[in-house]
C-alpha cells in the first residue's frame, strides 16, 4: 500500500506539472497570438505549405529571371483586398493586345509610381491619371488604359528591364518615367557599382518548412520564433536591399584601379542612372512611342534624406531635364509646392490626396504630348549628357 500510495503521489505531482506547463503553453500562444502582425500570420500559413508560393506572400514582391523581381501576382491584404493583378503589378490587369482608339500610357517607376503609402490601387497616381485622362480625351483617342508598373525600391536598372522584357510588348503609346530616388540612395553605400551589387542581393522570399518540420508551425509561438530568429530580413524588407551596403563579392568597378570604398561624386559617364535612362530614352523612341520624364520630389519638410543623397536627388532632375532637350522627349517639372504639405506620409511618398495631386499635375502635360506628333527617335545632339 506505501508503494501505492507513493506512485499515485508521484503520479500526481507529473500531472499537476504537465497541467502547470499546459496552462504556461496556453499563455504563450494567446501572447505570441497578439504579437502576430498581418506579415506573420501570412508567414505561418507559408510555413505550413498552406499558400502557394509563388502567388501570395509576406511580401509584396518576389523574385523573376531577367527582371530580378517583380510584383507578387494577385498579392493581397486582410484588410485592404488585392493589390496586384494576376500580371504581376499594381491594379487592373490590362490586355496584352491594345484595343483601335485606346491611348495606352505606361507608368515607370519606384515606389512613389507603386503608390506605396495609400491602402487601395484605384488610390495611386497612375490609376487617377488614368481617370483625369478619360474626362478629358486627347483628340483621336476613345479611350484610355494605364498601366502602373511601379516597383518597391525600383531603380532605373528594374525600369529598364522591366520595359525591356516585358512593359515594351504591351506597346504603350506613351511612357511615363518617374525616376531618381532610390538611385540617389544606392550612392550613399560604399563600393558603388554601375549593376548595384554593392547594395542589392537576389530576392530570397519566405517558402515552406520540410514536411517532417510543418507541425511546428501549428503553434503560434513556435511560428514567430521561427520567423524572428531565421526570417527576420523577409519580415522587415531586408531580402532584397543590403542596407549598410557591402563590398561585392565580383568587385569590378575599379576606376583608376581602386575601388570607391567610400560614397563620392560619380562621373557621367559611369552614371548608372545616366546610362540606364539614356538607354531607356532610346528604346521606348524606337518604338514609336512618346516619353515622358517626371522626376523625383522628396519631402521638402523632411530631414530623412541627407545632404548628399539629395545633392544627387537634384543632380538626376538637372540629368531628365537635358535628356528631354536632347531626345525632345516630354518633360514634366514636379516641384514640392504640388503637393500640399499635409498630404506627404514620409520623405517621399504621398497619402491619397497627393496622389490625387500628382496624377492632376501630370495630366496636363499628357494631354500635351497626346496632342503632339507621334514619337519617332531623333537623332541625339552632340552635347547629350549621357554615355554613348
Known amino acids: 500500500m506505501p508503494a501505492i500510495l507513493k506512485v499515485i503521489r508521484r503520479g500526481g505531482k507529473i500531472a499537476l506539472a504537465l497541467a502547470i506547463l499546459a496552462v504556461m503553453a496556453a499563455i504563450v500562444e494567446l501572447?505570441?497570438?497578439?504579437?502576430?502582425?498581418?506579415?506573420?500570420?501570412?508567414?505561418?500559413?507559408?510555413?505550413?505549405?498552406?499558400?502557394?508560393?509563388?502567388?501570395?506572400?509576406?511580401?509584396?514582391?518576389?523574385?523573376q529571371s531577367y527582371l530580378n523581381y517583380i510584383c507578387a501576382p494577385n498579392f493581397s491584404r486582410e484588410q485592404t483586398g488585392q493589390q496586384h493583378n494576376e500580371d504581376g503589378y499594381r491594379g487592373r490587369a490590362v490586355p496584352l493586345d491594345k484595343r483601335p482608339g485606346v491611348l495606352r500610357i505606361l507608368c515607370l517607376g519606384g515606389s512613389t509610381t507603386y503608390g506605396w503609402s495609400v491602402a487601395y490601387p484605384h488610390e495611386t497616381y497612375?490609376?487617377?491619371?488614368?481617370?483625369?485622362?478619360?474626362?478629358?480625351?486627347?483628340?483621336?483617342?476613345?479611350?484610355?488604359?494605364?498601366i502602373n508598373a511601379g516597383l518597391p525600391w525600383g531603380t532605373s536598372?528594374?525600369?529598364?528591364?522591366?520595359?525591356?522584357?516585358?512593359?515594351?510588348y504591351y506597346q504603350p503609346d506613351i511612357v511615363?518615367?518617374?525616376?531618381?530616388?532610390?538611385?540617389?540612395?544606392a550612392y550613399t553605400y560604399p563600393y558603388y557599382h554601375p549593376d548595384n551589387?554593392?547594395?542589392?542581393?537576389?530576392?530570397?522570399?519566405?517558402?515552406?518548412?520540410?514536411?517532417?518540420?510543418?507541425?511546428?508551425?501549428?503553434?503560434?509561438?513556435?511560428?514567430?520564433?521561427?520567423?524572428?530568429?531565421?526570417?527576420?530580413?523577409?519580415?522587415?524588407?531586408?531580402?532584397l536591399h543590403v542596407r549598410g551596403g557591402v563590398k561585392p563579392?565580383?568587385?569590378?568597378?575599379?576606376?583608376?584601379g581602386e575601388l570607391l570604398r567610400e560614397p563620392s561624386e560619380i562621373p557621367l559617364d559611369r552614371l548608372s542612372f545616366a546610362h540606364n535612362?539614356?538607354?531607356?530614352?532610346?528604346?521606348?523612341?524606337?518604338?514609336?512611342?512618346?516619353?515622358?520624364?517626371?522626376?523625383f520630389r522628396a519631402n521638402p519638410d523632411s530631414d530623412r534624406i541627407k545632404e548628399f543623397e539629395m545633392a544627387q536627388v537634384i543632380r538626376h532632375e538637372r540629368i531628365l531635364k537635358d535628356f528631354a532637350d536632347t531626345y525632345q522627349t516630354g518633360y514634366a517639372p514636379f516641384p514640392a509646392a504640388v503637393i500640399s504639405p499635409a498630404n506627404w506620409t514620409d520623405h517621399c511618398h504621398l497619402n491619397a490626396a497627393g496622389e490625387r495631386q500628382k496624377a492632376a499635375h501630370i495630366a496636363g502635360y499628357i494631354n500635351e504630348l497626346a496632342a503632339g506628333p507621334t514619337g519617332a527617335a531623333p537623332e541625339p545632339k552632340q552635347d547629350s549628357p549621357g554615355p554613348s
Open 277 to 295: 535612362l539614356e538607354t531607356l530614352i532610346r528604346e521606348i523612341q524606337s518604338d514609336g512611342a512618346r516619353v515622358l520624364l517626371v522626376p
Open 126 to 146: 497612375p490609376a487617377v491619371l488614368e481617370e483625369l485622362v478619360r474626362a478629358d480625351l486627347p483628340p483621336g483617342y476613345d479611350d484610355v488604359e494605364v
Open 197 to 239: 551589387s554593392n547594395w542589392r542581393q537576389p530576392l530570397v522570399n519566405l517558402g515552406a518548412l520540410p514536411p517532417r518540420w510543418r507541425w511546428l508551425a501549428r503553434s503560434r509561438a513556435a511560428s514567430l520564433a521561427i520567423l524572428k530568429i531565421f526570417y527576420s530580413p523577409q519580415l522587415s524588407g531586408g531580402q
Open 31 to 63: 501572447f505570441a497570438a497578439g504579437l502576430m502582425t498581418e506579415d506573420c500570420r501570412i508567414g505561418r500559413r507559408i510555413l505550413r505549405g498552406d499558400e502557394d508560393a509563388h502567388l501570395i506572400r509576406m511580401q509584396n514582391t518576389i523574385g
Open 157 to 168: 536598372a528594374e525600369i529598364l528591364t522591366h520595359y525591356h522584357f516585358k512593359f515594351h
Open 176 to 185: 511615363v518615367v518617374n525616376a531618381g530616388g532610390n538611385d540617389a540612395n
Open 249 to 256: 563579392a565580383a568587385a569590378w568597378f575599379r576606376p583608376g
